[in-house]
């Protein structure tokens, strides 16, 4: 059975600094994975997909890269704003295609 | 922009009531998903369809049904609500049908307590 973990549960860091969220996952027979942001007492936003074939994905200030044979994820937010506080989820495709097996997420605050 | 609406952001209702939660999305997506969210279990997959009339199990799909009439409209019920289904409900798309590899697109959720 997939299991996803994501360390740490919870950040705190100032404004500007650049940070890095880390994802596990338990079996490497994945489509993909994504990274979601969720917004407190919202649904989810997605922010990047990494097909299983590909190492990396960037959008803007985020970097998010795969080692599926390692089983981990990294997404790496660059010069942080207070606006980037959110839960951040990730989640990897299963084998049998369309359902996604999630983690619990990191809550991240940037502080002024 | 894909847009993924739920008929109500907060429910309240109680034991053994029947509940019904909507979600409708605009794109013409073949697929639908209903999850729940528990904080330290995360999201967990109730059922999803992949055509009208077309459903298919998740993780946790005991004391759920589900309908899927048309297209467009993908519904979740409880047949008898009880408190352990007190929780955050999340209703999903994306474009294509079953074996999709597509990113999925949430709705805003619905926060149900059952008393």
């Known amino acids: 059975k997939q299991e996803v973990t994501q360390i740490p549960a919870a950040l705190s860091v100032p404004e500007g600094e650049n940070l890095v969220l880390n994802c596990s996952f338990t079996?490497?027979?994945?489509?993909?994975l994504q990274w979601f942001r969720q917004d407190p007492g919202k649904g989810l936003t997605s922010l990047l997909l990494?097909?299983?074939?590909?190492r990396e994905q960037t959008s803007g200030r985020l970097n998010a890269s795969l080692d599926k044979s390692s089983g981990r994820s990294t997404l790496y937010i660059a010069a942080s704003q207070p606006g980037d506080s959110a839960t951040y989820l990730c989640?990897?495709?299963?084998?049998?295609?369309?359902?996604?097996?999630f983690g619990t997420g990191t809550r991240l605050q940037v502080t002024l | 922009d894909v847009k993924v609406t739920q008929s109500s952001r907060y429910l309240v209702k109680r034991t053994g009531e029947k509940v019904f939660l909507e979600c409708v999305q605009d794109?013409?997506?073949?697929?639908m998903f209903w999850y729940r969210q528990d904080p330290g279990l995360g999201l967990r997959l109730i059922y999803f369809?992949?055509?009208?009339?077309?459903?298919e199990k998740g993780d946790i799909p005991e004391g759920y049904s589900v309908s899927r009439e048309k297209k467009e409209r993908f519904s979740l019920i409880l047949e008898s609500a009880s408190t352990n289904q007190t929780s955050m409900y999340l209703c999903?798309?994306?474009?294509?049908?079953?074996?999709?590899?597509?990113?999925?697109?949430f709705g805003p959720g619905t926060r149900l307590t059952v008393l």
């Open positions: 369809s992949y055509d009208v009339k077309m459903k």
């Open positions: 079996d490497s027979a994945i489509y993909n």
């Open positions: 990494i097909q299983s074939s590909q």
């Open positions: 999903a798309s994306t474009k294509r049908g079953k074996a999709s590899t597509d990113t999925q697109y």
């Open positions: 794109m013409d997506h073949e697929n």
């Open positions: 989640a990897v495709l299963r084998g049998t295609a369309s359902k996604l097996t």
